[in-house]
């Protein structure tokens, strides 16, 4: 019974160091393609494939590798800045009676693909005009 303990211990720990082996060789594989991999990626602007939002194509340059990429722009999104550019907005303002447009800034938080964006904007919209509130309670309740 000691004969076979003492075998199966001895193919384990050749088993064991002839996987390390294969690692290694696979690890070295890897080094020799990474040397050629760029590290400094340029993103371009993602381009719909149709229209002025939905699934496109952007497109990565380093050195002289080029890549492309699937991507989407929203179709919600603003326009002005872009998807890349990601900002944290503060509350609506108060509207303006002379433009009839209500204004919020934002500032960057977020840069995508190392896109070029501003550090801080302005967006605005038209004022909603105010609901009239109806203080009856008709059709709540017993009537008495």
Known sequence: MRGVFSIMIVLLVALT????ASKNKKDKGKEGKSGTDCTEWQYGKCV???GDCGVGIREA???EQTKKHKCKVPCNWKKDFGADCKY???RWAECDTTTGTRSRSGT??????????QTTIKVSKPCTPKLKVKSGKKGKGKEN
Not at 17 to 20: A, Y
């Open 61 to 63: 340059i380093c050195n």
């Open 48 to 50: 719909p494939n149709s």
């Open 88 to 90: 944290k907005f503060g």
């Open 17 to 20: 160091f002839s996987v390390d």
């Open 108 to 117: 960057l938080k977020k840069a995508l693909f190392n896109a070029d964006c």
